[in-house]
């Protein structure tokens, strides 16, 4: 049972305030949507739950079968996929999910990968240099990184950004298999993808 | 590149002949120091700032813990260095006509010289990828913190070119503190410079 507890978080970089005392909390199946306009603090609050930036205020926490998970052995219950973060484009997609698995330390092999590269719909490129990826093939890629340790937080931000229709339907699939794997938060203006979420948090309110 | 042009352009302006040969064990040293130097500079400080600019430095962040990519960054750079060392010292002393009457202590000068700057390199570079004027901190910051390594190399050096006894080798086992410091203290704290 994974449970993830925002309380009182805000940021503000030097004087601009982006967010304050926002807090929710989430168990496992809950979907949120985080909304707002443009620069009200959205992609920077998945960033304060991955750990990646420090809250100016509150605090983050996440429970796995109710004990307490430390901040620095929090990387392994998290995936995130975000438009600033990126692959390594002179690695082919296969060979970023097998850098990703032993950076991580899984001993996953090949055919491992091979099946979550499948699953985001990647079979045919797979074996292609990232570089030459259209940018929804990226998305996809970026995608298959976040959920190749069955993470039970998935943080999406805009996950839908350059897909196709196809596209569209594994990020819908993906977020209907995480209910049953933990909790998913998506930061999205896009009326289709905060609609697959259960609550939502207005930023601009 | 820098370092094969700057090995060029010193052999053809000064060569082996212009400097009194009393004056060449110093001389020598710290033109062998400098280029070795500002060729590690031009390149190791590429190592972070292409995560940062490339947009890999998150997903990194999410994947691996801040030690394991400190070290892999550290193994980089030295494999960089040491590549680099072997083009660049042997072509200096061919070049240079370069005498050295300790062999010995001249390559476990460079070996420790260089792990030193590779170590030194690594923890500013991890400091100033995130910076906006990163050229003007790197400068600043590599000053004070690779200064006593490059004159203890250089005088390292200079004592295995003249031959003078050197019981121990004190300067390359201050380059081996050095290492070893530089690499507890960027353990300690490269997590405090990865996060934001």
């Known amino acids: ?3 993830l507890n925002v309380s009182g978080i805000g940021k503000h970089y030097r004087e601009t305030l982006l967010f304050k005392d926002v807090s929710f909390q ?7 949507a985080i909304a707002g306009w443009n620069g009200s603090g959205k992609s920077t609050l998945l960033r304060v739950i991955a750990g990646l930036v420090r809250p100016s205020a509150g605090r983050v926490e996440m429970f ?6 430390p901040k620095e052995s929090r990387r392994r219950f998290i995936g995130m996929v975000a438009p600033a973060i990126s692959l390594y484009d002179e690695l082919t997609g296969l060979e970023n999910m097998e850098f990703f698995c032993r950076v991580r330390g899984f001993a996953c092999n090949r055919n491992d990968c091979r099946d979550i590269v499948d699953r985001i719909g990647l079979t045919e490129h797979a074996k292609k240099m990232c570089g030459d990826y259209s940018s929804g093939m990226k998305q996809r ?3 298959a990184q976040a959920l190749l340790h069955g993470p039970p937080l998935l943080l999406l931000d805009e996950p839908g950004c350059n897909l196709d229709s196809k596209g569209i339907k594994v990020v819908e699939e993906i977020i209907s298999r995480q209910r049953e794997l933990g909790v998913t938060v998506i930061a ?9 979420a259960d609550r939502i948090i207005n930023l601009s309110e | 590149m820098f ?4 090995l060029i352009a010193v052999s053809f302006s000064i060569g082996s002949f ?3 040969e009393a004056e060449r064990p110093f001389l020598y040293s710290v033109l062998l120091w ?3 130097t500002f060729s590690a500079l031009s390149g190791l400080a590429r190592s972070f700032v292409k995560e940062e600019e490339a947009g890999t430095i998150d997903v990194l962040k999410l994947s691996a813990r801040p030690q394991a990519v400190f070290l892999g960054k550290l193994l980089f750079n030295l494999t960089l260095l040491g590549a680099l060392g072997l083009v660049i010292v042997p072509s200096f002393i061919f070049l240079m006509a370069y005498q050295i009457n300790f062999p010995g202590l001249f390559i476990a000068m460079v070996i420790s010289g260089g792990l030193g700057l590779g170590a030194g390199t690594t923890i500013i570079a991890a400091m100033v990828a995130r910076a906006s004027a990163r050229g003007a901190l790197f400068s600043a910051l590599s000053f004070p913190l690779l200064l006593p390594i490059m004159i203890t190399a250089i005088k390292g050096c200079e004592r295995a070119t003249v031959g003078i006894s050197t019981a121990g080798w004190p300067e390359v086992r201050i380059a081996v503190a050095y290492f070893v410091i530089m690499i507890t203290m960027s353990l300690l704290l490269f997590p405090l410079v990865w996060e934001e």
């Open chain 2, 18 to 20: 212009r400097i009194e």
């Open chain 2, 34 to 36: 400098i280029i070795l």
């Open chain 2, 3 to 6: 370092a094969v042009t700057t």
């Open chain 1, 188 to 196: 999205s203006n896009e009326k289709r993808e905060v609609d697959y």
């Open chain 1, 141 to 143: 890629l970026k995608l």
């Open chain 1, 26 to 32: 989430l168990n496992r199946g809950d979907v949120l």
């Open chain 1, 64 to 69: 796995a079968g109710g004990e307490s998970i």
């Open chain 1, 1 to 3: 049972m994974f449970t």
